[in-house]
């Protein structure tokens, strides 16, 4: 992997880490998803009328990837009900980069050497040690917890291989990007529509709608590298360095939020280095 594809990915990963902490700050998180999903969709209209529309044969995976999008974000919501962040957020993206490492040899058939499956395997085990540090609790998960979150991890997983398998066949990655992020716009917010009174949406709307602006364009940028990236390299390596989010995100815990820092968390940051060295290098 070169230097400039890693330095992306890891770049995407901290936005990914910036965008999950305002959510996870920011009240009813089906409204606030189905805000961040409409609000991308609105600001990238323009683009559908200048980039050139995707090949026609990634149209049936932008059809899917935007039902498992979907999917992954219903899922989230349904994890969180059962269990708390430090549960639920270490194991969905712990579980992810080894199930997507897993599908894409056997459906794409892009195998990993043995240096990256033991940088995976360090960053997986960091993910999870971080999930440990902050919560005993991961270890008493509840059956809908843990089900829920292996469902989240199993859809993060899909989306990957989906989206970038689409963005291939495209011949333009940023159209197949665009047009995700816009269908992406609707299935949530109809969700939410359903699921909450006119007076609870507008309420909450005006409360949310700039932590939602925040969060739309963070995740779109963040997600639009990562898709160009899924076409410049194998799906699952990239797909496993997005996933150093969590260190992005203790450190933010750290700098930001000024929680402790502990030997043992700098240990996991140096798991989780030493797994982006062995990937990246």
Not at 169 to 198: C, E, H, I, K, Y
Not at 255 to 276: H, M, N, Q, T, Y
């Amino acid at each position: 992997m070169s230097l400039f594809i890693l330095g992306a990915v890891l770049f995407a990963a901290l936005l990914h880490a910036t965008w999950n902490a305002l959510i996870k700050v920011s009240g009813d998180r089906l409204v606030v998803m189905a805000v961040t999903t409409a609000t991308s969709s609105i600001l990238l209209m323009p683009l559908l009328l200048i980039l050139p529309l995707p090949a026609s044969e990634s149209w049936p995976y932008l059809g899917m990837s935007v039902l498992i999008h979907g999917a992954y974000m219903l899922l989230l919501i349904r994890a969180y009900s059962y269990g708390d962040f430090a549960q639920v957020y270490p194991l969905s993206r712990g579980s992810a980069p080894l199930l997507t490492a897993v599908l894409g040899l056997f459906l794409l058939g892009e195998a990993m050497t043995g240096r990256e499956l033991l940088g995976l395997l360090l960053i997986v085990a960091g993910i999870f040690a971080l999930g440990l540090e902050r919560s005993a609790g991961i270890l008493k998960l509840s059956r809908g917890a843990l089900v829920y979150s292996l469902l989240t991890g199993l859809s993060i997983s899909a989306y990957s291989l989906v989206d970038g398998t689409g963005a291939r066949l495209s011949g333009n990655s940023s159209s197949f990007t665009v047009w995700m992020f816009f269908l992406d716009g609707f299935l949530v917010p109809l969700v939410a529509v359903s699921r909450r009174s006119r007076t609870v949406l507008i309420t909450t709307i005006k409360s949310v709608w700039k932590s939602g602006l925040a969060v739309a364009i963070l995740s779109t940028i963040g997600y639009w590298i990562i898709i160009w990236a899924f076409t410049q390299e194998r799906i699952a390596p990239v797909a496993v360095l997005r996933e150093t989010s969590v260190l992005f995100a203790m450190l933010i815990s750290v700098f930001v939020i000024k929680e402790a820092f502990s030997l043992l968390r700098g240990g996991i940051v140096l798991l989780i280095l030493a797994g982006i060295v062995l990937l990246g290098f």
